[in-house]
């Protein structure tokens, strides 16, 4: 590659050479390079606009004396180049010259330099490191696969809120749950909570209706026809569709019946409902609208329909709100965390509203790997990192807020992300990509600030290819990581043998399974190479199930090794117990498990690599919120991990 191609892409942080999974350095097509630097607004088309490019790049650098925006942990005095004035969040005024003071609380500052203070440079002041967390168990549910006799088709807050405190009750100190952030209310409906139209608001899909005010103070013929309005209960598989035609022509019943007083809108809330009025007019996708229409400033928020769905979102915040005093009440000894998926649906609310922070016309994924020989092209638009330094991080800041101000954790999945992510220019295969690095410091800083004034805990996603130094700097600033038994290896010996739960990291949330792995069942039968092989998703199926046999093996050898192995091998239930009850040999402070795990459900939520050929986030529990922690075997499991992180002494 040219030297000053190469030096301009690290000028704009894009990489030119990777390390893969198997530890070799891949050299990054230039074209590539190019292709990802024109969507950062970089011309490197010609070895003659390569040259501009970079001296028009070093000439910025040149002129920048204070960084902008600046992101500092508490207590460090950084050189600023020039002196000027800081205005703090409270208000007050204090002169600065050589170096920021070492006294500055914690918040969100601006600093103003120049001759006549024309420049105004965020200033982020961040706790160096989060409070410890308590050790507790818990669970980590999918909340669309719970279901009650109350809830319509689909899990819901109220089947959360059930299974929090009666888990609670049994010493459980934490839930986690996937992604409840919101959809494009028009079908047919996104399924994977990890793709949602916008982070900044929660889904109407899990509200109970029948708990809201305006179906209580509806009158009784009114709630009669709002009831019979429930879909039929004991669907094979969750109707996205047909659950929320249900719910909104409920809600749209109400709405007409009850005329609540929604007041004023704040502006946020206005832009999200106006975008979900503008999708029900014109259809589910922003960039298919009339052009007027297809950014925030040409949305009219006034109106019924804007309205309308900013009720919605109120009643979703008060189920919300619901759900975590419950777990306050409760004494839970972390509460309820919230899961932040890596982005947002490209057609959805978030990408039309924050547009111009984001770089619309490129996904991201995953590089070539032994899993994904093509790459995974996960379908969602990034931040740009230039753009969101610019706005001093604020609208990474607003997404953190927004879930935290229901939450008392966060889990941030591939978190990475903060670091890295596969940009796949457009047009190109997901093999066809390069990093773009972030400003790790500067997004960990705005992340430990919030959470440290919500009082949150955080949890980073951290399986699978991780840069040197990642974990080391999550440890620094007191964020977990994550501990799965599958990938939990012995590095320092030869082979990477299972390595003994009571030497996994303590910083750390551990547990069997995730939701994108098979579960304690479906791995001791080798469920996901079967339900793969049938899919003609394996290139040998026979070398798969035989990889498998020998993973299933070393762990039956690993339970035997602890003197956890059951009396009888074959019995699948006492081998799943057995199985928790080594996770509960390990040494990290939080130890969660699934309903699917401690049941035994042999089918995984979500099948990487596939869409419609598997159902994924599609699939109930085969029990109800009120028999679940009654389940013979779940009674075993939660008795193995009640044991190892109890809250209270066990009578």
């Known amino acids: 590659m040219d030297d000053?191609?190469?030096?301009?892409?690290?000028?704009?942080?894009?990489?030119?050479?990777?390390?893969?999974?198997?530890?070799?350095?891949?050299?990054?097509?230039?074209?590539v390079v190019a292709d990802v630097l024109a969507q950062l607004g970089v011309d490197a088309s010609t070895p003659a606009t390569v040259r501009t490019s970079l001296s028009d790049a070093l000439r910025r650098h040149g002129r920048i004396t204070v960084p902008d925006p600046l992101v500092v942990r508490a207590?460090?005095?950084?050189?600023?180049?020039?002196?000027?004035?800081?205005?703090?969040?409270?208000?007050?005024?204090?002169?600065?010259s050589g170096r920021l003071p070492e006294d500055l609380p914690l918040g969100w500052h601006t600093l103003t330099v120049g001759r006549r203070r024309e420049r105004r440079i965020p200033v982020v002041v961040t706790p160096p490191t989060l409070p410890p967390v308590p050790p507790a168990w818990g669970w980590m549910v999918q909340?669309?696969?719970?279901?009650?006799?109350?809830?319509?088709?689909?899990?819901?807050?109220?089947?959360?809120?059930?299974?929090?405190t009666r888990s609670a009750a049994q010493d459980a100190g934490v839930v986690l749950v996937n992604p409840v952030q919101a959809i494009t209310p028009v079908p047919p409906l996104?399924?994977?909570?990890?793709?949602?139209?916008?982070?900044?608001?929660?889904?109407?899909l899990y509200l109970r209706i029948t708990e809201t005010d305006a179906?209580?103070?509806?009158?009784?013929?009114?709630?009669?026809?709002?009831?019979?309005?429930a879909p039929r209960p004991g669907a094979e598989l969750i109707d996205y569709d047909?659950?929320?035609?249900?719910?909104?022509?409920?809600?749209?019943?109400?709405?007409?019946?009850?005329?609540?007083?929604?007041?004023?809108?704040?502006?946020?809330?206005?832009?999200?409902?106006?975008?979900?009025?503008?999708?029900?007019?014109?259809?589910?996708?922003?960039?298919?609208?009339?052009?007027?229409?297809?950014?925030?400033?040409?949305?009219?928020?006034?109106?019924?329909?804007?309205?309308?769905?900013?009720?919605?979102?109120?009643?979703?915040?008060?189920?919300?709100?619901?759900?975590?005093?419950?777990?306050?009440?409760?004494?839970?000894?972390?509460g309820v965390v919230h899961d932040l998926p890596v982005g947002v649906d490209p057609a959805g609310a978030d990408a039309w509203a924050l547009q111009d922070v984001l770089a619309s016309e490129v996904t991201v994924g995953a590089p070539p790997d032994a899993f994904s020989q093509q790459g995974q092209d996960w379908n969602l638009p990034p931040w740009r990192p230039d753009l969101l330094a610019r706005n001093g991080y604020t609208p990474f800041r607003d997404v953190i807020r927004a879930v935290l101000a229901q939450a008392d954790g966060i889990r941030i999945d591939h978190v990475m992300g903060l670091w890295r992510l596969w940009w796949i220019p457009p047009g190109r295969p997901a093999s066809e990509g390069t990093y773009v690095h972030y400003d790790a410091e500067a997004l960990l800083g705005v992340l430990a600030l919030e959470a440290h004034r919500a009082g949150a805990i955080v949890v980073g996603e951290d399986l699978g290819t991780v840069s040197a130094g990642v974990r080391t700097t999550l440890r620094e600033r007191g964020v977990l990581r994550s501990a799965v038994l599958?990938?939990?290896?012995?590095?320092?010996?030869?082979?990477?043998?299972?390595?003994d739960p009571a030497r996994w990291p303590a910083d750390a949330l551990a547990s069997v399974s995730t939701h994108d792995l098979p579960t304690a069942a479906g791995f001791l039968r080798g469920e996901n190479v079967t339900v793969r092989a049938e899919l003609g998703l394996l290139e040998d199926p026979a070398a798969e199930r035989k990889r498998a046999d020998d993973d299933r093996a070393e762990l039956l050898a690993e339970l035997a090794a602890h003197d956890l192995a059951p009396a009888d091998p074959a019995s699948e239930a006492d081998l799943v117990v057995a199985l928790h009850e080594l996770l509960a040999t390990a040494a990290s402070t939080l130890l969660l498990t699934s309903p699917?795990?401690?049941?035994?459900?042999?089918?995984?939520?979500?099948?990487?690599?596939?869409?419609?050929?598997?159902?994924?986030?599609?699939?109930?529990?085969?029990?109800?919120?009120?028999?679940?922690?009654?389940?013979?075997?779940?009674?075993?499991v939660v008795a193995a991990l009640r044991k190892a992180r109890p809250s209270t002494p066990i009578e």
């Not at 000053?4 to 074209?31: F, I, N």
Request: aromatic share 8%.
């Open 486 to 499: 599958w990938f939990q290896r012995d590095e320092e010996t030869e082979g990477e043998p299972l390595l």
């Open 215 to 229: 179906f209580r103070d509806a009158p009784p013929a009114v709630r009669a026809e709002v009831a019979a309005l």
């Open 75 to 96: 207590g460090r005095t950084p050189a600023l180049g020039e002196p000027g004035e800081l205005t703090l969040e409270d208000g007050t005024v204090r002169a600065v």
């Open 242 to 334: 047909a659950v929320w035609a249900a719910k909104l022509a409920a809600l749209e019943l109400l709405w007409r019946h009850t005329a609540p007083d929604v007041g004023d809108v704040e502006p946020d809330l206005a832009e999200f409902a106006a975008f979900c009025a503008l999708a029900q007019e014109h259809g589910p996708d922003w960039r298919t609208w009339p052009p007027a229409l297809r950014h925030p400033r040409g949305a009219d928020r006034s109106g019924p329909g804007v309205a309308f769905h900013a009720w919605v979102q109120r009643l979703c915040r008060e189920q919300l709100a619901s759900v975590r005093a419950a777990a306050r009440e409760a004494g839970m000894a972390v």
């Open 190 to 204: 996104q399924r994977s909570p990890y793709s949602p139209s916008s982070r900044r608001f929660a889904n109407p």
């Open 596 to 636: 699917q795990d401690a049941l035994g459900e042999p089918r995984q939520p979500n099948l990487p690599g596939t869409i419609d050929q598997y159902p994924n986030w599609r699939i109930p529990l085969p029990v109800t919120v009120d028999e679940l922690l009654q389940h013979p075997v779940v009674v075993r």
């Open 4 to 31: 000053q191609l190469r030096a301009l892409a690290a000028a704009h942080g894009v990489a030119t050479s990777y390390e893969d999974t198997e530890h070799r350095r891949v050299e990054v097509a230039p074209d």
């Open 143 to 164: 909340l669309y696969a719970l279901h009650s006799a109350g809830s319509w088709g689909i899990g819901d807050f109220a089947d959360l809120r059930t299974l929090l």
